[in-house]
């Protein structure tokens, strides 16, 4: 029996794992083939016109400081309706995004070495540049990259270049042309990073804000 309930949530795009299929696009052609529920994600939340109210992706718990004790100014959320906040990155080798192929939709593997992170990430990329061998991305849970097996293009090690999303303001609102420290929501290690802010945009939906120039201290 399919769903036939009015309301409007979808899922919200981690790709998590946890509902027992392997990407939030499989979840919703089960949920509409009765095959599973809404309560079966864990990031459910039933709340009548609003396709995806923002607390579905502030389902961490944040203070104020990092696993060090150090104060950020704020905390970088995904944009709407994205998993996670957009994660900009170069290979070691930029050739090797247009060598391997990489496309919007594919899943790559590696390490930010570059700014001394010792967490190997799963992106799902949303741009490739051939040119300059930038990718940008959305991380991903490691399932993914246990299921997919062969289909995961490895990097092995890369820059971060830049972050991209929401800004929840903690101790400071993000600020123009100023380095500040933040924390990338879901950041594994919840270890603060300093970027540059190159973009504040005020939006009915948040402070759509950009940093780059990443380093973590």
Same mark, same amino acid.
């Given at each position: ?82 998993? &996670? =906040?957009?994660? %900009? ?7 090797? $995004?247009?060598?391997? #192929?990489?496309?919007? !939709? ?49 990097? &092995? =090690?890369?820059? %971060? ?7 929840? $303001?903690?101790?400071? #609102?993000?600020?123009? !042309? ?40």
């Amino acid at each position: 029996m399919k769903n036939t309930d009015t309301d409007e949530w979808i899922p919200p795009g981690k790709n998590c794992g946890a509902c027992g299929a392997s990407t939030c696009e499989e979840f919703a052609r089960m949920l509409a083939e009765g095959k599973k529920e809404k309560p079966d994600c864990p990031f459910y939340r039933k709340s009548p016109g609003l396709k995806n109210p923002p607390e579905t992706i502030l389902t961490a718990n944040y203070g104020d400081r990092d696993i060090h004790g150090d104060p950020f100014d704020f905390i970088l959320h995904p944009l709407p309706r994205e998993p &996670s =906040a957009r994660k %900009i990155v170069l290979p070691f080798r930029p050739d090797m $995004t247009e060598k391997l #192929e990489i496309k919007k !939709g594919d899943l790559v593997l590696g390490r930010p070495t570059g700014a001394g992170c010792p967490v190997q990430h799963v992106l799902s990329v949303i741009e490739a540049d051939y040119l300059t061998g930038l990718l940008t991305c959305h991380v991903v849970s490691p399932l993914l990259a246990r299921e997919k097996g062969d289909e995961i293009k490895s990097i &092995s =090690a890369y820059h %971060i270049i830049g972050f991209e999303g929401i800004a929840q $303001t903690i101790n400071k #609102e993000p600020e123009f !042309g100023r380095r500040q420290k933040f924390l990338p929501g879901f950041c594994m290690m919840n270890l603060a990073h300093a970027g540059v802010v190159n973009m504040v945009l005020e939006n009915s939906y948040g402070i759509h804000t950009r940093v780059e120039d990443i380093r973590i201290w």
